[in-house]
């Protein structure tokens, strides 16, 4: 298998020349050698595989450089990984993942590096960032945390409703006679599976879980609209109201 290394900066000095893995290296969930409490490996690796999916997603909704190969990619991104994350995390509670689910998840996430290499990640990356410099919360739990609330927040404009509609049959399998109702219910069924999943995979689900009081939200604000690399991205426009709202929300 081949695995993708995000390197948000775009700099060659960052990106190494070769990176290969496969499924016999996560046998448990775990990368082979991991050192650390079992159940702090487990979180941390469920942490790093949600932001996959969102990555993916956040590509197919790119504002800007939205493309087909990079919406090809993306769906069978969120495919792969929609049908293997909750065996190949339940690995790491001591659950034996086969070897199939495990070299999807990786395979996956190739896609899914792909696709955002192509069209660019938005706000959920932009409103992580902060958590990340200002308390230390580990990447992909920073997006995790951030992820259920930006989408709703995206989710109210007509852009964003018909494209998440479009993933909806995709990863609400179990939704599926509401993905086929109407653009607006499907796209609600994909806002509500990526606010459970979370959960679902064991994770914290609020920022105070992490640290963040209601006093940073001002500061932790200001700083994801520095992220304009990203915000231009987004479906929604993001100003600095709006971001203060998200963060609210996530509390």
């Given amino acids: 298998g081949v695995l993708v290394v995000e390197a948000p900066g775009g700099s ?15 046998q448990d969930g775990r990368p082979r050698g991991a050192q650390g409490p079992r159940d ?23 504002h800007r450089l939205k493309n087909p190969l990079s919406d090809l990619l993306a769906r069978e991104a969120l495919s792969l990984l929609g049908a293997n994350i909750a065996a190949v995390c339940a690995a790491g509670e001591g659950q034996p993942a086969g070897a199939e689910a495990r070299g999807a998840m990786l395979l996956g996430s190739c896609y899914a590096g792909l696709a955002f290499a192509n069209a660019p990640v938005a706000a959920v990356h932009a409103l992580a960032y902060p958590l ?6 580990p990447h992909g739990l920073s997006n995790s945390l951030m992820l259920p609330h930006v989408l709703d927040f995206n989710a ?14 995709i990863v609400c399998s179990r ?3 509401e993905c086929a109702a109407s653009a ?19 994770l914290p689900t609020t920022l ?24 231009p991205n987004n479906p929604r426009e993001v100003h600095l109201d709006d971001a203060e709202r998200i963060y609210r929300a996530a509390l």
């Avoid at 060659?12 to 996560?26: F, M, W, Y």
């Avoid at 990340?132 to 919360?137: I, P, R």
């Avoid at 607006?184 to 064991?202: C, K, M, S, T, Y």
């Fill in 12 to 26: 060659r000095s960052l990106t190494p020349p070769e990176v290969c893995g496969g499924a016999e290296q996560c």
């Fill in 40 to 62: 702090a490996r487990a979180r941390a690796g469920r942490a790093a595989r949600l932001p996959l999916d969102l990555a993916a997603l956040e590509a197919y909704t790119s």
């Fill in 132 to 137: 990340g410099s200002t308390f230390h919360v």
């Fill in 156 to 169: 109210r404009s007509e852009q964003a409703t018909s494209l998440y509609a479009e993933l909806a049959p």
């Fill in 175 to 177: 939704q599926l006679g």
């Fill in 184 to 202: 607006a219910v499907a796209a609600g069924a994909f806002v509500d599976h990526f606010a459970r999943l979370p959960a679902e995979l064991g």
């Fill in 208 to 231: 105070r879980e992490v640290g963040v009081a209601e006093a940073d939200i001002g500061s932790l604000a200001a700083n994801a609209m520095l992220q304009t690399r990203l915000l």
